[in-house]
């Protein structure tokens, strides 16, 4: 589901996963931290179906900042290194907006997708993710980026991840062309 079919699922996936996180309590375990990660991407598509003014108006990049805080502080390996890569993507791709997401930080999130990578390869979203920031944010690192996305590139995909991993490799096939054309 698109569009206005798709937009009662996101409802209902922050609302599950939001008593899921209260469900896991303070437990400190694995439970939670996987609680925290998956509010954290509810949260996510949530503002990216409903957009800026709602995501805003809701505070939707402060609630998925913090459950993916809470998650990487419990488990920063989960998911292959999921946490990570949510709070380097945050960082790296939502707009800074002084009464809203000010506290955004491109070179966190450089940081935190660069222990990402160091933590676990075998989601290629994570060096994708990385190569993207480094393209955006740092400019100078533009070789490094370039290399990130000739490995993903040259990556076949998990059989158990193919369709996810599939779209990740096509689109680093993608910017590796773009590169070179300019």
């Known amino acids: 589901a698109d569009g206005p079919e798709a937009r009662p699922l996101f409802d209902r996936a922050v609302e599950v996963t939001e008593a899921a996180v209260a469900a896991s309590g303070k437990t400190g375990g694995r439970e939670e931290a996987q609680a925290h990660f998956w509010a954290a991407i509810a949260w996510g598509v949530w503002g990216m179906d409903h957009g800026y003014l709602a995501s805003g108006l809701r505070g939707v990049a402060g609630r998925i900042r913090a459950h993916a805080e809470r998650a990487a502080l419990l488990d920063e390996s989960f998911a292959d290194a999921g946490p990570q890569r949510l ?48 393209l955006r944010h740092a400019p100078q690192r533009r070789l490094e980026a370039r290399e990130l996305l000739a490995r993903v590139a040259a990556r076949t995909p998990a059989p158990a991840e193919a369709v996810e991993q599939s779209e990740t490799i096509a689109a680093a096939k993608r910017q590796l062309a773009e590169l070179q054309e300019n």
């Open 87 to 134: 709070l380097g993507r945050l960082h790296t791709v939502t707009p800074r907006l002084p009464l809203f997401t000010g506290w955004i930080d491109p070179a966190e999130g450089i940081r935190r997708l660069e222990r990402a990578v160091a933590i676990s390869t075998a989601d290629p979203r994570n060096e994708l993710f990385l190569a993207e920031a480094l």
